[in-house]
T-cell receptor, first 112, second 113 residues
Framework: SQTIHQWPATLVQPVGSPLSLECTVEGTSNPNLYWYRQAAGRGLQLLFYSDGIGQISSEVPQNLSASRPQDRQFILSSKKLLLSDSGFYLC???????????FGSGTRLTVV | RKEVEQDPGPFNVPEGATVAFNCTYSNSASQSFFWYRQDCRKEPKLLMSVYSSGNEDGRFTAQLNRASQYISLLIRDSKLSDSATYLCVVNNERSSNTGKLIFGQGTTLQVKP
């Protein structure tokens, strides 16, 4: 069966520090991968999606970036965090059809 | 206009009550529809897909009205464990090759003893 792993679960980082969040999927090949952010009390905002190795599409301009170095690995990064980057970051995968997603357990990031 | 709109609630209902959530979407070409459940500080989890003919899963019934661009979720005999935020989700046709989903902001349900 397919599983998705995301870490760390919680992170507190100072403003201006770098960020690296990792997500891996097991039990499937060539998944579509997504990074979402959920700010406190708000809905899910799509940040990046990828339909293949090295293929990244950005949905919103920001100081975050994403990379997909391997088929089942998706990384979210920032060189310098802002206070507004605080939120709940969720990685998800889908089979790329009109189906639903499976989410990772999320990373709660607080920028201080 | 938001692509997917929901009443944020909260809906406070007693155990055993029947409660209905509604959702509207703006893109008439949308192809796939879902309800997700999100517990406090947890990731969203797929509750059920929504089909044109309507579908039922135990105490949960989902319906789709394409003409009105409207989706509903009915929960019968509410349990305390149903307390959560329910997210209405749409897959737009123009992005269906990538499977991108558009999430509503969610409707919060609190079931009281």
């Amino acid at each position: 069966s397919q599983t998705i792993h995301q870490w760390p679960a919680t992170l507190v980082q100072p403003v201006g520090s770098p960020l690296s969040l990792e997500c891996t999927v097991e039990g499937t090949s060539n998944p579509n991968l997504y990074w979402y952010r959920q700010a406190a009390g708000r809905g899910l905002q799509l940040l990046f999606y990828s339909d293949g190795i090295g293929q990244i599409s950005s949905e919103v301009p920001q100081n975050l970036s994403a990379s997909r170095p391997q088929d089942r690995q998706f990384i979210l990064s920032s060189k310098k965090l802002l206070l507004s980057d605080s939120g709940f970051y969720l990685c998800a995968w889908s089979a790329g059809t009109a189906g639903g997603y499976t989410f990772g357990s999320g990373t709660r990031l607080t920028v201080v | 206009r938001k692509e997917v709109e929901q009443d944020p609630g909260p809906f406070n209902v007693p155990e055993g009550a029947t409660v209905a959530f509604n959702c509207t979407y703006s893109n008439s070409a949308s192809q796939s529809f879902f309800w997700y459940r999100q517990d406090c500080r947890k990731e969203p989890k797929l509750l059920m897909s929504v089909y044109s003919s309507g579908n039922e899963d135990g105490r949960f019934t989902a319906q789709l009205n394409r003409a009105s661009q409207y989706i509903s979720l009915l929960i019968r005999d509410s349990k305390l464990s149903d307390s959560a935020t329910y997210l209405c989700v749409v897959n737009n046709e123009r992005s269906s090759n990538t499977g991108k989903l558009i999430f509503g902001q969610g409707t919060t349900l609190q079931v009281k003893p």
